[in-house]
């Protein structure tokens, strides 16, 4: 009797470690799978009644534009502070965001501005190889990584550019391990009628966007779960 | 069109972006012989490119000859003046110029730059060929396109709206409704 007792308690003091890290590794699946659920249900009753920081993903070619048009119909004071990320490799973008909030600044005539505009490392450049480009990528990770960390948005505004998957995947985790519950809104490009772009279909296909809008018919009837909004420009 | 005794035609400029890509073909086939007459037919007297961060530099001039008058630069901080000025514009397939110039109600031939890898951006612009806005052209092709355009008949394209979005994205975070 009391082998058989001692020899359970032995057999548990050596699977503790076992125990507790499938335990977590449970938790965080319960967690994730929670998350998920939740993902793209109306705020609603949780909806906080104060002005909700926002992350606002800027990218080059037409991307800054689209967002710039997005910007100027949102209730910017419900949308405060706002912070601006574009790629360091981007040089137009930030400075357009600049004009934009000069501006509201002066038509609001608000001293200061509450916006804050950063650059983050891109994953890859157009046309650079593969294989380097898995450095560049986690180096782009962690420096995501650390600029979310400072942010912690609520709401992340995004429209297509690579730079927005580490921060949107960021944001997700962040609400994985309850950092940061945040609303992620992904607006595909105009420029994609038939298609998706790769940020699109990662953040249609792993359910990461809140909610995620398309400007083209053929892309709402190919993708249901998307809203289509016409366009934007 | 004949020109007035003093040799003033009004002028009409063809203006030709490739936005900040390297899009080489369309500079040299609009710098072409063969462009150059067809628009020079067609009644533009002045060639205007910016060439971007291509290489390829055309050959100026200043069409004292009786020819089409050609300048070029790489980039401005804002092409919207020269689309304003110009009679008919020439672009690559980027969403930016594209919309840019619509908005601006000028007539646009869009030239998709098949040396890029996944060219999304020809979706775009067949897209909007098949709605009439604009014509839609590859280098190759594009002497053909001047010629037998017919500017009136593109349809004006109305802007977009970004409120149907804001107004899902308010109603999404429980903002009471303006």
């Known amino acids: ?233 | 069109m004949g020109e007035a005794e003093d040799g003033v035609k009004p002028k009409r400029v063809v203006f030709v972006t490739v936005g900040t890509t390297c899009f080489d073909a369309l500079v040299k086939v609009v710098d072409s012989q063969e462009v150059r007459d067809e628009l020079f037919k067609r009644g533009y007297t002045h060639l205007l490119i910016q060439m971007g961060r291509g290489s390829y530099l055309p050959s100026k001039s200043t069409g004292d000859d009786g020819s089409l008058a050609v300048d070029y630069f790489t980039f401005s901080s804002s092409i919207a003046d020269h689309l304003r000025s110009a009679s008919l514009v020439i672009s690559h397939a980027g969403s930016g110029s594209i919309f840019e110039t619509l908005r601006l109600g000028k007539p646009l031939i869009v030239v998709v730059n098949e040396d890029l890898m996944d060219n999304h951006q020809s979706e775009l612009a067949e897209e909007l060929a098949e709605r009439k806005h604009l014509y839609c052209s590859r280098p190759q092709t594009l002497h053909q396109t001047i010629a037998i355009m017919d500017l009136k008949s593109l349809l004006p394209y109305s802007p977009g709206d970004a409120t149907p979005v804001a107004k899902l994205i308010h109603r999404f975070l429980g903002f009471p409704e303006d």
């Open chain 1, 1 to 233: 009797m009391e082998k058989s007792s001692s020899c359970f308690f032995s057999n548990l003091s050596s699977s503790l470690p076992i125990t507790c890290f499938i335990s977590f590794i449970a938790i965080i699946l319960v967690r994730v799978l929670y998350v998920i659920y939740r993902t793209g249900k109306p705020l609603g009753k949780r909806a906080p009644q104060q002005p909700l920081s926002t992350l606002i993903v800027l990218g080059s070619g037409g991307h800054t534009a689209e967002m710039i048009n997005l910007l100027l119909v949102l209730q910017k004071d419900r949308f405060t502070p706002r912070f601006y990320i574009a790629a360091a490799t981007d040089n137009m973008s930030l400075q357009k965001a600049r004009v934009l909030e000069n501006s509201l600044a002066d038509s609001s005539g608000v001293k200061g501005i509450s916006a804050e505009f950063m650059q983050i490392y891109r994953s890859r450049e157009v046309g650079q190889s593969y294989i380097t480009s898995v450095w560049t990528t986690l180096v782009a990770m962690a420096h995501a990584l650390w600029l979310m960390i400072k942010i912690r948005p609520q709401v992340v505004l995004c429209n297509g550019p690579g730079t927005c998957i580490p921060l949107c995947v960021i944001a997700f985790f962040f609400k994985v391990i309850g950092i940061r519950w945040s609303s992620i809104f992904y607006v595909e490009s105009i420029a994609r009628v038939k298609r998706l772009s790769l940020s699109g279909l990662l953040l249609y296909k792993l359910q990461i966007a809140d909610q995620f809008f398309v400007q083209w018919p053929q892309l709402q009837r190919k993708y249901p779960r998307a809203h289509y909004v016409g366009c934007l420009m």
